[in-house]
């Protein structure tokens, strides 16, 4: 066998070098690398993408960029930019082609407006820890962060904590998503709609040491209310409560920390109207504008009957949706009520209140342009322990004929446990879309929507029978108008 002199084989270790830098760049644990448009294909192979010195651009559908190399802890970063119809994922633990990406994770780019394309929107940890809520639109420059430590990931979009997973020990998997698991694997941007573009700019990776500790497990994967948000995410359900206020000091990182441990998303409202926070534009739009970056739907809680007189359509058309109850109004003696306060309440009659009751709700669903009817057939105190009594089935077929003819959602409220089984079999029957909400008092009772999420089991309620906000241009309010006097 031939001898190879020292200077042949070290000149041949550094060409080696070079070629496996060229084509399959190793990623050191720790170091950081920032990869440019006109070097990506260093880094990545290209199908079907088009590379400009400063933009990568994916337009037909799968049009793709597959890394060189293999990731298990990481830190990516990309700069990325969509036009209208554009939809995508970045995969990661996975395999080079479709049929690999089945294996790993994915993370959703879709920055469609409500009720266009896919439900999810950008940062969602697909099918597992779902995001419903738009934080960037079309046309908009964005970053988009994905981070893996062992068995936590945690994806960011413009530096905002989006979805957030600790993938357990023994992780639930239903069929066709038992090998969407942690392991190693390559990292893959695809484009997945025949609309639009994605534009990608610069981009970071950085890999992190193999052996970081694990995150601690969370328990609530292991109880019965876990194991079934667990698979509602993987079902692909549109798992939001709706219907939460930031009451008692608490903050909206807390609400959407708790949202992310349970896996779902929330909408925060103020409440507006006469005598509470929110009383005319300018302080609507200030809570708008505080709460506009923030990763939550931002809806307006309209109180009391008076709220009509009080707000403009325009300023109410900034929100992603409005909702009302029918728990204050006035009754035929002139006397206002608010139902939730026992001394405000007169039940002089039970039927006759009850029919006064539901005739306010269809002046109110009928009249104020609201999409979501929330803390619905609730009783006051005094006669609540009568609910299944009281709303008959002809009461019942009233306010699900004024839900319909109205397109207004029906909330199943979880602090209440309002409204009954009977009720919501009877409206899905008819047609009616449904919102899950808690309307926490205070900074102790968000909860885990356990009600709401019995019902979804017990009515058979699937993704299509759930609300959905309009989209910007489509606000109920715009359409309609308000009325021209109050309806209560």
Same mark, same amino acid.
């Given at each position: 066998?031939?001898?190879?002199?020292? $200077?042949?084989?070290?000149?041949?270790?550094?060409?080696?070098?070079?070629?496996?830098?060229?084509?399959?760049?190793?990623?050191?644990?720790?170091?950081?690398?920032?990869?440019?448009?006109?070097?990506?294909?260093?880094?990545?192979?290209?199908?079907? $993408?088009?590379?400009?010195?400063?933009?990568?651009?994916?337009?037909?559908?799968?049009?793709?960029?597959?890394?060189?190399?293999?990731?298990?802890?990481?830190?990516?970063?990309?700069?990325?930019?969509?036009?209208?119809?554009?939809?995508?994922?970045?995969?990661?633990?996975?395999?080079?082609?479709?049929?690999?990406?089945?294996?790993?994770?994915?993370?959703?780019?879709?920055?469609?407006?409500?009720?266009? &394309?896919?439900?999810?929107?950008?940062?969602? !940890?697909?099918?597992?820890?779902?995001?419903?809520?738009?934080?960037?639109?079309?046309?908009?420059?964005?970053?988009?962060?994905?981070?893996?430590?062992?068995?936590?990931?945690?994806?960011?979009?413009?530096?905002?904590?989006?979805?957030?997973?600790?993938?357990?020990?023994?992780?639930?998997?239903?069929?066709?998503?038992?090998?969407?698991?942690?392991?190693?694997?390559?990292?893959?941007?695809?484009?997945?709609?025949?609309?639009?573009?994605?534009?990608?700019?610069?981009?970071?990776?950085?890999?992190?040491?193999?052996?970081?500790? =694990?995150?601690?497990?969370?328990?609530?994967?292991?109880?019965?209310?876990?194991?079934?948000?667990?698979?509602?995410?993987?079902?692909?359900?549109?798992?939001?409560?709706?219907?939460?206020?930031?009451?008692?000091?608490?903050?909206?990182?807390?609400?959407?920390?708790? &949202?992310?441990?349970?896996?779902?998303?929330?909408?925060?409202?103020?409440?507006?109207?006469?005598?509470?926070?929110?009383?005319?534009?300018?302080?609507?739009?200030?809570?708008?504008?505080?709460?506009?970056?923030?990763?939550?739907?931002?809806?307006?809680?309209?109180?009391?009957?008076?709220?009509?007189?009080?707000?403009?359509?325009?300023?109410?058309?900034?929100?992603?949706?409005?909702?009302? #109850?029918?728990?204050?109004?006035?009754?035929?003696?002139?006397?206002?009520?608010? !139902?939730?306060?026992?001394?405000?309440?007169?039940?002089?009659?039970?039927?006759?209140?009850?029919?006064?009751?539901? $005739?306010?709700?269809?002046?109110?669903?009928?009249?104020?342009?609201?999409?979501?009817?929330?803390?619905?057939?609730?009783?006051?105190?005094?006669?609540?322990?009568?609910?299944?009594?009281?709303?008959?089935?002809?009461?019942?077929?009233?306010?699900?004929?004024?839900?319909?003819?109205? #397109?207004?959602?029906?909330?199943?409220?979880?602090?209440?446990?309002?409204?009954?089984?009977?009720?919501?079999?009877?409206?899905?029957?008819?047609?009616?879309?449904?919102?899950?909400?808690?309307?926490?008092?205070?900074?102790?009772?968000?909860?885990?929507?356990?009600?709401?999420?019995?019902?979804?089991?017990?009515?058979?309620?699937?993704?299509?029978?759930?609300?959905? =906000?309009?989209?910007?241009?489509?606000?109920?309010?715009?359409?309609?108008?308000?009325?021209?006097?109050?309806? &209560?």
């Amino acid at each position: 066998m031939r001898k190879v002199n020292a $200077a042949a084989l070290s000149l041949m270790t550094f060409f080696a070098l070079l070629a496996f830098t060229a084509c399959s760049p190793s990623l050191p644990a720790g170091e950081k690398r920032t990869i440019v448009p006109d070097k990506a294909k260093n880094y990545f192979t290209f199908e079907s $993408a088009a590379s400009y010195p400063d933009s990568l651009v994916l337009t037909e559908r799968n049009a793709s960029l597959v890394s060189r190399f293999g990731l298990k802890n990481f830190v990516f970063t990309v700069n990325m930019f969509t036009t209208v119809g554009a939809e995508g994922l970045i995969c990661f633990h996975t395999g080079s082609n479709q049929q690999d990406t089945a294996r790993g994770y994915a993370v959703m780019i879709n920055n469609s407006d409500y009720r266009k &394309g896919n439900l999810q929107k950008t940062g969602s !940890l697909a099918l597992i820890r779902n995001n419903f809520v738009r934080t960037v639109g079309d046309g908009e420059w964005f970053t988009l962060t994905i981070e893996v430590q062992v068995n936590l990931i945690s994806v960011r979009v413009n530096d905002r904590l989006i979805s957030e997973y600790t993938q357990p020990g023994h992780p639930e998997r239903q069929a066709g998503l038992e090998n969407r698991l942690l392991s190693e694997g390559l990292l893959v941007l695809r484009k997945t709609s025949s609309e639009g573009a994605i534009i990608i700019g610069e981009m970071t990776l950085k890999a992190l040491a193999p052996d970081l500790l =694990p995150a601690a497990e969370t328990a609530f994967f292991n109880d019965s209310t876990g194991r079934m948000l667990t698979l509602l995410n993987q079902q692909g359900f549109p798992l939001i409560d709706f219907h939460a206020h930031l009451k008692g000091g608490l903050t909206s990182d807390q609400v959407t920390a708790h &949202g992310r441990s349970n896996g779902y998303n929330y909408g925060l409202a103020p409440n507006c109207g006469l005598n509470f926070p929110v009383t005319n534009d300018s302080s609507l739009l200030a809570w708008y504008n505080e709460m506009k970056g923030e990763p939550v739907f931002k809806a307006m809680q309209c109180e009391g009957r008076e709220w009509v007189t009080l707000f403009s359509p325009q300023a109410i058309a900034q929100y992603d949706y409005i909702f009302t #109850d029918a728990m204050t109004w006035t009754d035929h003696r002139g006397r206002r009520m608010r !139902l939730w306060i026992p001394e405000e309440t007169f039940v002089d009659n039970e039927q006759q209140f009850m029919d006064m009751l539901v $005739a306010k709700i269809e002046a109110v669903l009928s009249n104020e342009p609201v999409d979501i009817y929330v803390n619905p057939t609730y009783l006051p105190e005094v006669i609540a322990n009568r609910y299944d009594q009281l709303w008959t089935s002809e009461r019942m077929d009233r306010v699900i004929k004024v839900l319909v003819e109205n #397109d207004v959602a029906l909330e199943i409220n979880s602090r209440f446990r309002i409204p009954g089984l009977t009720f919501v079999r009877k409206a899905k029957a008819a047609g009616v879309k449904f919102t899950l909400g808690t309307n926490n008092a205070d900074n102790t009772d968000l909860g885990r929507l356990d009600y709401s999420l019995w019902i979804i089991r017990e009515a058979g309620i699937t993704a299509a029978d759930m609300f959905i =906000p309009r989209p910007a241009g489509d606000r109920k309010v715009l359409k309609k108008g308000l009325p021209a006097r109050i309806t &209560g």
